[in-house]
């Protein structure tokens, strides 16, 4: 059965994902591996380790758990200070995330519309009927805490990092043994997309922790079923659903499943209790949901990302549906435009062309290329599948395959997506570890050792310390096409006074042709305050004529703000330009208009 689990491992390896030639690095990190297991002394000692790791006790456990919390945080982020990662938001997800949080942080889930709305449009965010961010609330409740505490905005996800290889650790743990825990943070850690999205404010991180506390909460209440992990479990459940439903899903199923599994030999009042504490726990953040839907799209059942869909793109639908048909763009902000065009309509039509089976093969790869550091562990995850014999290891598995159906509806699977899932593709590798291993009978510890540290090898030597320098920047664009962001998080606040309004003004025609920049280098965010005209330093668009609009509103409420331009068509020399106070220039405005 191994062998044919090996064969059908190395099958999918090549053919779904397309075999690539493993670096340099990583052969010699399995070649260390193996020197290690030759050497007689070094190989016992590192059998005699891993035997020890197996045999923690239970307070041993929980201090090997924070010490796993602390050396993760302490390492993702000197590793993003010693990349020279950004460590402001770039991405329109990571700056609408903390808009959202800074509402939720003030008990709001939209403000009213603005008087200068347009002015304020941007990637994501609704400006009209009301002023909102378009996502569900679950991510940015998380970052609330940020919110009060005006914390950076690597912290929270920093956290929640840790978190999560500290929980991954301890199910881990459950499932097999200390020694595999702690293999399968060595592998977490190795990925490029959870080292990415570690200082990165956005739903995946948050919901992959969701997700690990939920079945860590199952784990522990199906021992004696009491009341304490049947909330634990209700509240990340409820909470997972209004952070990313799709995934929400996908570990939903195999989680209520399990549960009704477990209580099917228990008491009524145990059925009882159980299932209506799990559901009190869950129903106020699917209460928050439909409240938000309601206040936003005027439908209990119409989340904003369908609402904005139907603004900027009438006709398209936000999930479900492959149907392109004659889309057009409405919005008139350039940058949008050109998102839309080069990006958005071309992906759709691309999905919309695709067969079932160019869809789950290409969702398949992206997993498979992503959720391990090398194609390599894909033949010890197929082994591993082996091991998926009980309903514990079945609630953690079922998610990585329920992940591709529920994307399959979707227009796009972009890498980072795949962070959610991959704890059941670690599972699937370091229990391969075991059941390879117990294929050789008296040589069983041995190989246990052997195939384990090649793991850890193949791990290290993934690490961006061991590779080509930066490998954990967006491969999207290089860090130089992002000018405008980091002039507005890095430089604008050393050249401007408070309070102060600035206009952004795009690119300019050329010979009539719009210069095209990177779409996704947006600054008109205002992620500091729930409400724009609160904001130090109010970032905006410029709208040539229109400014007028925007001057004489602010000259009315707070005269005295700053009025400064900042034309993109000079970057990457970026900088400020001072016009007036909002009341000055309205001043002049009024003595140069036209009387009638």
């Not at 397309?18 to 591996?33: F, K, N, P, S």
């Not at 695709?354 to 969702?363: E, L």
Request: with cysteine; proline share 6%; aromatic share 12%.
């Amino acid at each position: 059965m191994i062998g044919v689990a090996v064969v059908v491992g190395a099958a999918l390896a090549c053919f779904v994902a397309g075999w690539r030639g493993e670096t340099v690095q990583h052969w010699i990190g399995l070649g260390v591996a193996g020197a290690i297991c030759v050497v007689g002394p070094v190989r016992r000692c590192v059998t005699s380790l891993v035997e020890r790791l197996r045999e923690l006790s239970r307070r041993q456990l929980n201090v090997t758990t924070v010490w796993v919390f602390v050396l993760v945080c302490l390492y993702l982020f000197t590793t993003a200070w010693w990349q020279g990662r950004d460590l402001f938001p770039n991405w329109h997800d990571q700056q609408m995330t903390l808009t959202q949080a800074q509402m939720l942080a003030h008990f709001r889930l939209w403000m009213p519309e603005h008087p200068c709305a347009d002015f304020f449009e941007t990637f994501y965010v609704l400006v009209k009927p009301v002023y909102a961010p378009i996502y569900f609330p679950g991510a940015a409740l998380f970052y609330v805490p940020g919110a009060w505490l005006h914390s950076p905005s690597w912290v929270m996800p920093l956290i929640a990092s840790g978190l999560l290889a500290a929980v991954l650790f301890r199910v881990i743990a459950e499932m097999l043994d200390p020694a595999a825990g702690l293999l399968a943070v060595f592998l977490l850690v190795s990925l490029w997309i959870f080292r990415l999205l570690s200082i990165w404010s956005m739903s995946h991180m948050v919901f992959t922790l969701l997700a690990m506390w939920g079945v860590w909460s199952w784990l522990q209440w199906r021992k004696k079923f009491s009341w304490g992990w049947a909330v634990s479990l209700g509240i990340a459940v409820g909470w997972m659903a209004i952070t990313r439903p799709v995934d929400a899903v996908a570990y939903g199923v195999p989680l209520g499943l399990a549960v009704i599994r477990d209580l099917r030999r228990q008491r009524l009042i145990v059925w009882a209790r159980s299932l209506v504490i799990m559901a009190l726990l869950g129903c106020p953040f699917l209460a928050l949901q439909l409240v938000q839907d309601r206040g936003i799209t005027g439908h209990w059942l119409k989340a904003p990302i369908q609402l904005y869909d139907d603004q900027e793109m009438p006709g398209l639908a936000a999930y479900g549906s492959r149907s392109v048909g004659d889309v057009k763009i409405t919005t008139t902000l350039p940058q949008k435009r050109a998102y839309e065009e080069r990006f958005i309509l071309p992906t759709r039509k691309a999905y919309a062309s695709q067969t079932w089976g160019q869809v789950f093969k290409s969702r398949s790869a992206s997993l498979m290329r992503f959720a391990t550091p090398s194609l390599l562990l894909v033949l010890l995850a197929a082994v591993g599948l082996l091991a998926v014999r009980d309903v514990r290891k079945f609630v953690l598995v079922a998610p990585v395959f329920l992940f591709l159906v529920g994307y399959a509806l979707y227009s796009e699977m972009l890498d980072h997506y795949c962070i959610t899932v991959t704890p059941g593709v670690i599972f699937c590798v370091v229990a391969g570890v075991g059941l390879a291993s117990s294929a050789f009978g008296k040589w069983r510890e041995v190989a246990y050792a052997g195939l384990a540290l090649g793991v850890v090898g193949l791990s290290l030597t993934s690490l961006p310390e061991a590779r080509h320098p930066r490998p954990d920047s967006d491969n999207s664009f290089d860090d130089d096409s992002w000018p405008a962001t980091t002039f507005n998080y890095e430089i604008l606040p050393t050249q401007v006074k408070t309070p102060a309004l600035v206009l952004y003004r795009y690119y300019r025609p050329k010979n009539g042709v719009l210069e095209e920049g990177n779409p996704n280098d947006e600054p008109v965010y205002n992620v500091d305050v729930p409400w724009p005209d609160d904001a130090p330093i109010i970032r905006a668009h410029d709208l040539g004529a229109r400014d007028k609009e925007i001057i004489e509103y602010y000259a009315k409420i707070q005269p005295g703000r700053k009025v400064y331009v900042v034309d993109r068509a000079e970057s990457p020399d970026l900088h400020a330009e001072y016009l007036g106070t909002a009341g000055e220039m309205a001043a002049k405005l009024s003595a140069t208009s036209p009387r009638r």
